[in-house]
């Protein structure tokens, strides 16, 4: 799935989700590298559900979001 963010210096996040609910694959395009792949390292594998707790309604700084919260709404997107 390609997920085009808002509010966050990532354009897109780009990330798989098996019939099983878990998250494979996660690429952050743009953003802080990183934090990114940080992000995409700790989540793999992980159900989607968890991602989703885990990460949402982290800010960035001054942001009403974050890269982490994008991923969390691509998550509900792809679920949806």
Known sequence: MLYRTKGVCAQAIEFEMGDDKKI???KF???CSGNT????SLVEGMDAQEVITRLEGIKCGHKATSCPDQL???IKSALA
């Open 24 to 26: 494979h694959n996660v």
């Open 29 to 31: 395009i743009g953003g």
């Open 37 to 40: 792949q940080g992000i995409a």
């Open 72 to 74: 969390t709404l691509a």
